[in-house]
């Protein structure tokens, strides 16, 4: 079994930035893979960008990359998204995530954290 708490978001400017935490717990963490995810209302839930705990090679959606940075904290069992260059189609719940060894779909969800950035 796998917790995930989200923590950080909040109301930013265009062109500004927030990060978002996601503090984990789990007996068999370090081998699953995390995820960031959006979800706008009326639309499908987005993937936003990946990270594992055993290496240090995020990857991300075409949309964010060059404005988002995935990153994990080993020792505080936390992920993070460090969001810059904020749009305001950045506007979601986001949600963090964990996808076990050999899975293709995320298992693990947290309760989510709004993202509302003003023009």
């Known amino acids: 079994q796998v917790q995930l708490v989200e923590s950080g978001g909040g109301l930013a400017q265009a062109g500004g930035s927030l990060t978002l935490s996601c503090a984990a717990s789990?007996?068999?963490?370090?081998?699953?893979?995390m995820g960031w995810f959006r979800e706008v209302p009326g639309k499908q839930r987005e993937f936003v960008a990946g990270?594992?705990?055993?290496?240090?090679?995020?990857y991300y959606t075409d949309s964010v990359k060059g404005r988002f940075t995935a990153s994990r904290d080993n020792a505080k069992s936390t992920v993070y998204l460090q969001m810059n260059s904020l749009k305001p189609e950045d506007t979601a719940v986001y949600y963090c995530?964990?996808?076990?060894?050999?899975?293709?779909?995320?298992?693990?969800w947290g309760q989510g954290t709004q993202v509302t950035v003003s023009s």
């Open positions: 995530a964990a996808k076990r060894p050999g899975d293709h779909d995320y298992l693990y």
């Open positions: 789990g007996r068999t963490l370090w081998t699953y893979t």
């Open positions: 990270i594992r705990w055993s290496t240090d090679s995020p």
